[in-house]
């Protein structure tokens, strides 16, 4: 940690690697494409999965377990599906020392060997709905990489529904997305816009793919969630059928909703600053650091003491603490590698706190005295809770303004193409093209649809592009 | 579940076999040799998984996450590991459309990747002991599979620590055994066996390997879990070397210890009877199940609400709790079903329940009238804890009279292969064997060297194979 930091308007992509390198969120492995996340990301990693299960849980899902492998004849049933897919998969063809008679693929998404299994256990109405997930490793073979947001291996949950009727697939669908919006927000601080995908941009092999679309801190959009209604196509490709009441043999609807470690790049690049990560309180791996400040060797033992007994009374309250006492060293050292850290909360403790019976509380995300309040010992507790509820409002709260201050409106193609030199951001407007007109502005500027975003009220305008009248409206933005 | 499930007596493999697929605790995958592990089984392995984590964080671990792929050279590294791991690989040839110019192994174990990876982080004294945990799928390409016992693919955990001393490393290794040893008995209700691999049994690139060995159901043993102190061996194939206090440069000392989804076969065969699963309280996805009893349409609604009351009293005092309210079933179907999953207590309620304000608890473990009990209403939770308790204390009791009532000890080989013939079971004998004398008693017997059992009190005897004497005993056993 010698170097400094590079800052985001230096270089934004290099400031994301060190901040994740040195806060030791991962590294990069020997082997091409495959990162190593490192115990401090997969405590991040083991919060964000808590807090998105007990929200599958409570919303009637169970977990269970697929294989890794796919037989090669699988991925090529649904035509979409293995058009998508085909050119990312990563091939096992050896065994046991010997060549297979069938190749093998390593999962890149589960939708045909569930599928495959469901045909096998679904048999009449009364088995429906199948809400089942899965919290797995992917494989997606990539050839530009970058740590969490695109790597070869990645962790996520894949959520894999089976319905009576169309209704039920896309409440569904639509339900996991509000699901995952909700989970950003209220855990990850990260505001996000609710849409459907376009027609170039959906899941392959899906009917209707929703998505949640996050601003991140360069303006470019990331896709932080995925649902789709599945309709019946793989329930025609792996035969996947119940008997309803009428005692009548029909196609189950299915859905299908990931979330990825990806997340974890979002929440970096979403709050992170020129001091390194500022992490969401609710899922902080560690919320409050503690350090003791001692000058002369007498204060030293009653200073450690102290922290440590302020830290479990923090830890009885439900609190994550660390008490950070390295002798090694200095306490200017220890803030800022905290601070790298993101911790949201840092407890000073010296000898006049002592004295006086109080704490020093520092906010990560408010530098200077602002951010410094001091509490008498006795309410450290109550005052740490209200402090780390603080940050998350205020961490959504600027977050937010950000979204919409870089959000734009253009009516020509000409203002659209200035705006995103310029400016940047995502960009709302009227649109009326097709598919083509969709990849030659991708083409020309790099933007893309991100999502047709529900919150539109239904009115009508004109295209910006194809000077048209339509009631549909699309977010553009670069994107990762 | 119209057939009958075979007994223990009658096939025991087709018993095993058909609790699991009927309880739904697994189900075969269409990939020869992965299971699909279905939510009720996954259930019990969150239980497992949550147990296992939560000492692990208690003696100071932490977890990460290493890649799925290693790269062939690296296993080749270590001359023991690959001589034991080279036969049973999965080889990826070929990512996004073309061949790989090194082929990559799809993880068999992660002591390689791991290695090379602490090489990169270790630098000083001050760095250690790393401890870090990873759970994970793994794959070894297996001829002969079997649900949970033997899969190609398998989930796991594998510890990977780094220490500054020998002393350290062999602590470690220790202390990882008695976690597991600790976890079997306290959640999962079945007594091992703690003792040393011999050298044909240790782990490939271990100097030496500690298991807990159980005793099933069938009489043969079952290696639950197994902790390795592997000296230097990994670091120095992958050069993990520290600077120590006097700024030497030290090569560290590993180890390594898993535990997998093995357990769950373990579980099914230590405690399943005839009626099918019987499981242990602490681990149970469901504790308690309700089957609400009516005749009369009018006492329907009543007993039905009672039901649900008393699950709700249940959950709030942190009991896993189902209601089994369909309509389509018999009481007596339910009764069958929920013994065959394994339900550890059955609450029923019928009308007359109602009126005398009571509940009937019926113990899974406990067939006919003396396993059930009468509690009145105000006193369910208090009752069913109590239950589930004892229940557990009987599981593990009678799991260990049944391990100490087949351990025999012998003089001579004849008695040896008699009653391994005749009755089965562990036999605990003096052994002063070489490895070839192993290797013959294998051959010609199938039994092989369980452990070294830690609890031999030292003393000396002579040896039922070789007729020398020795101090060291050893338990052989047919196995899993």
């Known amino acids: 940690m010698s170097e400094k930091l590079p800052t985001r308007s230096e270089n934004y992509a290099e400031w994301y690697t060190q901040v994740i390198l040195r806060a030791e969120l991962a590294d990069y492995s020997p082997v091409r494409g495959c990162m190593v996340i490192r115990p401090y990301g997969y405590a991040l990693w083991e919060n964000i999965r808590n807090a998105l299960d007990r929200r599958f849980k409570e919303t009637g899902h169970v977990n269970a ?17 293995v058009e998508g897919f085909a050119p990312e998969l990563a091939v096992v063809t050896h065994g046991g020392g010997k060549e297979l008679e069938e190749p093998l693929v390593v999962r890149p998404t589960s939708e045909t060997i569930i599928g495959y299994m469901y045909a096998k256990w679904i048999r009449s109405y009364r088995d429906l709905p199948v809400l089942i997930n899965q919290w797995a490793n992917v494989v997606r073979w990539e050839m530009r990489t970058r740590l969490f947001l695109r790597t070869m291996e990645f962790l996520w949950q894949e959520g894999h529904t089976a319905h009576a009727t169309a209704e039920e697939a896309e409440e569904e669908a639509r339900r996991m997305l509000d699901v995952y919006a909700d989970f950003l927000e209220n855990e990850a601080a990260i505001p996000v816009i609710k849409g459907q995908k ?9 009917v209707r793919s929703y998505t949640v679309e996050a601003m991140m801190g360069n303006k470019w959009a990331l896709q932080a969630g995925t649902s789709h209604n599945l309709g019946q196509n793989f329930a025609k490709a792996f035969n996947i059928r119940y008997l309803d009441r009428n005692n009548q043999l ?23 600053d020129d001091q390194g990560l500022r992490l969401p309180p609710r899922l902080a791996p560690i919320q409050v650091v503690i350090v003791p400040i001692w000058r002369q060797d007498v204060d030293k033992t009653r200073v450690v003491e102290t922290a440590h007994r302020v830290a479990a009374t923090l830890q009885e309250g439900g609190i994550r603490v660390h008490v950070d006492d390295r002798e090694e060293h200095t306490p200017g050292f220890k803030f800022n590698e905290w601070e790298l850290r993101g911790v949201p909360v840092r407890i000073e403790i010296g000898p006049r706190d002592l004295e006086a019976d109080q704490v020093v509380l520092a906010r990560r995300d408010m530098p200077g005295k602002e951010g410094r309040r001091t509490v ?3 309410e450290v507790l109550s005052g740490v809770q209200v402090l780390l509820a603080e940050v998350h409002q205020s961490l959504f709260a600027q977050a937010k303004r950000f979204l919409e201050e870089n959000t734009h409106e253009v009516s020509t193609y000409e203002e659209f193409k200035e705006v995103l030199a310029t400016r940047g951001g995502f960009i709302r407007v009227f649109w009326a093209g097709s598919d083509e007109d969709e990849i030659r502005i991708k083409e020309e500027t790099k933007a893309t649809i991100r999502c047709y975003p529900f919150d539109h009220d239904g009115s009508e305008g004109t295209c910006f592009y194809t000077g048209k009248r339509t009631t549909r409206v699309a977010i553009f933005a670069r994107a990762y």
Chains 1, 2 share one sequence.
Do not use: C
């Open 198 to 206: 376009s027609e170039i941009e959906k899941f392959a092999g899906a």
């Open 376 to 378: 008498p010992m006795a």
């Open 65 to 81: 377990y697929f294989p890794l492998f796919i037989p090669m004849s699988f991925i090529e049933k649904e035509k979409q599906h």
């Open 250 to 272: 029909q196609y189950v609807w299915t859905t299908s909703w990931g979330m990825s470690t990806r997340v974890v790049g979002a929440i970096v690049m979403v709050h992170g």
